[in-house]
């Protein structure tokens, strides 16, 4: 505990020694951290802990949330890897949290990482606009950094000018009413749509029986095979008011309409067995490959599909895996932001020995679990 305190300290000194070395008469220290504020195109954004920049080693960060919130990336967090997902229908860009550095979808490396701060996940502003194609802008003097692509109207000029007062009013109230810093062990997790992926087992039954018991609606994406393969299963799983889903054959498609008819394959195994179709579905992989362009996109959309990503990958389906493990890394990544997410799980007997407690922990901590009927944004592209 020392060490940490120790550490803040430091930080808190050299941000002063920054702003007085600079002569910013903008610049202000609110517990122990240097107020910026960020700009998404045209829009100032609130003060707080997920939108607001930081410095460190002599590059400025923001909270990864900013380019999923405002300025239309998709992004995916595998926690069991550790691995930060940002994309677009044209490129990704992939941060590996272990080992300190980045790389596309070409493989291609740059030493760029992404941090863990304040319970958020931020990353190198400047080098991550740049990479999606926006405009990167920083003023030292207010202290304030513009995101924005092409859909933004004013100039860096105007919008010093056009939100001058606004930047002092939010200063003010920030300073008199600043957030407190998380605490992993109070946090309330974010809410989370609850998914289920791959094949249907004996542990199926059990899943079944423990989200009933506490009352939990998910969404289960199945296959042509899965669905043939456990008719009673799939029965019970949309008896018991869950959702379902298509999802394709684990292998990537070699094109967009061996995808598609994957998805077609499937909802024909599903009238048989329910007398109804589907039109949500999951890519093998995540949306994020970079196999996928934009004629799969237009193909699902044509076919009039619409598909859903995870953002918490639980690492359930290793051999190694354990109920404990499992729970603990799920709960790690729902209190590490406010943002919605997507939880995925499989039917393995770490998830079954996972569940107990992860829904304790949720019930506790008054977290949401949202019904998967409720599509947003976030989710579904």
Known sequence: MKSKQAGRWLAFFLVILIA???????????NGQWVIFTIANDELLPLSYNTMPYMYNSSLYVPYSVFTEYLGLRSVYNAEEEILILGNSDQTLFYDMKNGNAYDDN??????????YNGYLYVPA?????????????DYEIPVVRLYDSTASMTDTYIKNYYEQEFQKRLEAYQEAPPEEPDPETATPAP?????????????????????????RAIFFLSVETILENEALVRRIYVDGHLLGLSAPSALPESPESLVNAYAEANAALFQVLRRTERRVYLPGGSLHEI???SYFDALKSAGYEYWDFTVIANDYQDYASGPEVCDAIIESLISGELVQTVVMHSTQAAEDALPSLLSYIEEREGVILSPDELTSTITF
């Open 20 to 30: 007085l070395l600079s002569g910013h008469a903008g610049a202000a220290i609110v």
């Open 107 to 116: 493989d291609y490396g740059y030493a760029r990482e992404a941090l863990v």
């Open 126 to 138: 400047k080098f991550t606009a740049e990479f999606f194609g926006f405009s990167y802008y920083y």
């Open 192 to 216: 989370f749509y609850l998914m289920f992926a791959g094949n249907l087992n004996d542990h199926t039954n059990a899943i079944l029986d423990l989200l009933d018991k506490a009352g939990i």
């Open 292 to 294: 996928y362009d934009t």
